[in-house]
């Protein structure tokens, strides 16, 4: 089921802290300048903050929001740590909505800060012996994550026909987008030829089929409607929102085509009155290109089997009818580990209209992470306006 928020609640504030190879950074450093960013476009003081809702991606780190608000100086009323990997963040746009509606709160500063790329903090299967990922899928060589998403891949070519060319084609629009933003580290021409042509990474994946790996940090500062009103920029509206998982494991996953946006998709459509197709913008986790290319279908912009199709011919690049991930996406901007939280703020500038060169017309942005080896999914529906 799917929360309906009405106006009650709306987006303030968005960042990104420096992003790239950053070791002259820590990750609490990231956490902290994305934070100040926020706060400052949303025109809100540290002291108005009253929930803290934080991850991290070093896998030393106990209690993130603990962390954070310490060192930011927070003593809050309502914290969250919720892990749900790279969609932990629209998760936590549902969290904080509803802690705010329910009173426990008033304004919750979502962060996220990695330095996965100079840290080494790395991401795949538990190493506790007793996970599943631990007896039946380490012992046998599957190279996490990227093998996951590579039998989901080769399973869906299987079913319904969908090719590697369809497939570059995701990374390829990525490219061009990222060709518009002078923040995403590249920039070089990227074609379906040496998309193909590309190192093998498990196959039927190849180099540009797989996010980049980067540092980097996010901020969303989510408040009562009538803080939001009062702040500096135009707030964004939650019209509606829904998370879930389906399995931690990839070896248990229900249906190896079918991710959980199938469920969160439709949930969120319903809880904000809307069907796929009054959306503007589309803001979707590609940590692979089949992640994107599943997750399309399952949220009902086209029929399974059809994804393929329905990204081919420049549909999702600069120019075409069906505008995605205009920042470049995990393919080309940058995925510290996890990437959620830059989806957030890519559609609320979108929807405020401060995207410069990569600039679409949005009243309406659909925004869904995936997090684990297409374990988790949660779905935003957000809006320029509020909903009536």
Known sequence: MGANFRDAVAIAGVAESEVGVLPHRT???????????????AGIGLADVDGVLSIGSSRGTRMPSVQVAEYLGIMPSYSDSTSLGGCSFEAYVQHAALAIDAGLCNTCLITYGSTQRSGGAGFGGGTDPWLAASQFETPFGLPMMTGAYALAASRHMHLYGTTRAQLAE????????AQLNPAAPRHEALTVEDVLSAPMIASPLGKFDCCLVTDGGGAVVVTRADRARD????????????ETHTHSSIANMPDLTVTPAARTGPAAFKSAGLRPGDVDLAMIYDSFTITALMTLEDLGFCGKGEGGDFVSGGRIAPKGDFPMNTQGGGLSYTHPGMYGIFLIVEAVRQLRGEADARQVSADLALVHGTGGALSAGSTLILGKEPRR
Do not use: F, N, T, Y
Request: aromatic residues 8%.
């Open 231 to 242: 702040a500096r920029k135009p707030p964004v509206w939650l019209w509606g929102s829904a």
């Open 27 to 41: 990750e609490m450093q990231l956490h902290a300048q994305a934070a100040k960013r926020a706060l400052d476009d």
């Open 170 to 177: 995701i990374a390829v629009a990525a490219r061009k987008w």
